[in-house]
């Protein structure tokens, strides 16, 4: 009995061994790439000899001694849909059927937060997701995952049809990029998105490259201390801190929103104010807050409207002891809510909010006038003071974040899509990176390279969204800026070739890092496209600075992109100039627009030798072509 069963267990190893494997972004409704030799690889015993079939056309390897093989299929036009078949030789039946394959194009997108910003989280959601019927529009996203090492496939996913459901999750993005691309060129297009909010470009690049440079050579080396024990408790951590991030803890939101809860020993805070201003320690936990507002008669049994301005992270909303909302990862795009007439008394009445402080961030953004409850007619405001309290709930466990480790993200969400046929690179990513814009000036240029040469298809167009407008305006030059600096580093980028930039220098906020509209982001990035990649004879940018001459009192400034003309938006005064002489300092310039080109002066400057345009984090500049696209940030000099 004994040998029969190691008999047995031994076939059932054999069969297993046999088994031909490949990674997940292989699925049904895949697209691969048009007028490439198509990669299509997976994994077998050595020296297994694999067959795939595309469309009728057949073509055979041999897997390796690693136990992994490769073939290529002809250049196809677009077209489909297709069926891809894999099996190994001899074999009747298919290891691999997949259907609905579409020839097209594939585009890469990644970065960090404003590339992963959903659909749904964007401008005009509800309007877009329900026209949102395009089946030859298709996303792999590549789920979240960390790894010390290469990895060969991604955490389970497959391909995703275009449609109302489905597009919600879907890179707002890169798809109104694909959607734009794929009404001019007619073709299915392909988005392989793999994003993580926050993260910086050095975990998104490979280790061997990042061991070549002495920006990150060091940190490479110290991630050899990490163990895969440090991954799996981090794991475990993420999901208790979620778990105390979404699900009250002790039963708090049974007691803290009633009315005859004690909160004498809380601290009072004026709100709106965020987490940087109270002069807190550092801390990540939840944070409860109560606020007792008297109410007119009027108002007395009345559906109300409360409107809570600019909440920052997760929160929900309670009014007198009932729960109103719960928001997950602030995906509203409007804070307001219904408040049920049932629930409304005149005089006082309890608003209660539970909100969670993550990342050095939380509480409500200004202004104030934007915290009110209205019946329509009156309001009555909610701003002002706000009792609080951070040791109701337990703090969350201590998270290292792993994915911001240099090449930890490579391994684990690029690496595995390598080298799946592409036409090109999407990527909107800075914001991690903005302590050390010097720094980034290598490391972007380092990462094109990188990429290019793992998928091994040429100089693949790589397709760069510039950081946007974003902080406080400034009302004097601003001398320092990393936001202004980073834009810069990302615009040096595309002295490589095949590499262009969407200026979304206009479209940002001063509250939020994460702007709402996408879809001019998504169109930018498809006019680069268009000119760079598809040969369109299009403006794909704004004007950019070339080079400058000094006449006596004034600097002329030249510019290529200027399309039909140079004009200012709503034609006002033109705004964003900032001149300096020798003592460096500068001041606002008076400029003014000659053809294609931009004089500069300033009365309290009799010798100037530099301009600078929108060198702020967020500058106020109007120059655009007449094409309707904004000029690109620059500075002459490099002080």
Known sequence: MKKYLFSVLTLICMSMQGQITMPKVFSNHMVLQRDINIP???????????IAELNGVQVMGITDEAGKWMVHFPKFKAGGPYSLKVTEKGKKSYAFEFSDVMIGDVWLASGQSNMEWQVQQAKDAGTEIKNANYPNIRFFSVPHDIALKVLSDTKSSSWQLCDTNNVKTFSAVAY????????????????????????PVEAWTSREILLSSSITRKRILDNDSLTELHLKNEETNLKRFWEIVYNPQNGMDTIVPKENYVDKDWRTISMPSTFKQWGMPPYEGIMWLRKTITLPESFAGKDLTIYLGHPEINYSL???????????WNAALTHYYTIPGKLVKAGNNLISVRMSLLWNA???????????????????????????????????????????????????????????????????????????????????????????????????????????????????????????????????????????????????????????????????????????????????????????????????????????GLVTKNNAALKGFAIAGENKKFVWADARIVGNTIVVSAKSIAKPVAVRYNWADNPAGNLYNKEGLPALPFRTDCW
């Open 40 to 50: 299509v690889w997976g994994g077998a015993t050595p020296g297994t000899t694999v």
């Open 318 to 328: 309670y009014f007198n002891g009932q729960n109103i909302c719960k928001t997950i």
């Open 176 to 199: 109104y990029f694909a959607r734009e691309i794929n009404k001019d060129e007619h073709v299915a297009i392909g988005i392989v998105q793999s994003t993580w909010g926050g993260t």
């Open 362 to 564: 939380g509480g409500f953004n200004p202004p104030a006038v934007e915290m009110f409850i209205t019946d329509g007619n009156e309001k009555v405001s909610i701003a002002g003071d706000w009792d609080t309290n951070i040791k109701l709930e337990p703090a969350v466990p201590k998270i290292f974040n792993f994915q911001y480790y240099p090449t930890i993200l490579f391994n684990a969400m690029l690496n595995p899509v390598i080298p799946y046929g592409l036409k090109g690179f999407l990527w909107y990513q800075g914001e991690a990176n903005d302590s050390a814009p010097a720094h980034y000036r290598s490391l972007l240029p380092m990462m094109v390279a990188d990429w290019r040469i793992r998928w091994q298809q040429g100089y693949l167009p790589f397709l760069i969204v510039q950081l946007p407008n974003y902080m406080k305006p400034c009302t004097e030059p601003q001398e320092k800026s990393n936001w202004a600096e980073m834009r810069e580093a990302q615009q040096l980028a595309t002295l490589q070739p095949n590499v262009g930039i969407a200026c979304t220098i206009d479209i940002g906020e001063e509250n939020s890092i994460h702007p709402i509209n996408k879809q001019d982001v998504g169109h930018r990035l498809a006019l680069q496209a268009k000119k760079l990649v598809y040969g369109h004879d299009v403006i794909a940018s704004g004007p950019v600075f070339t080079n400058m001459e000094i006449n006596g009192n004034e600097i002329t400034l030249n510019f290529t992109s200027t399309g039909a």
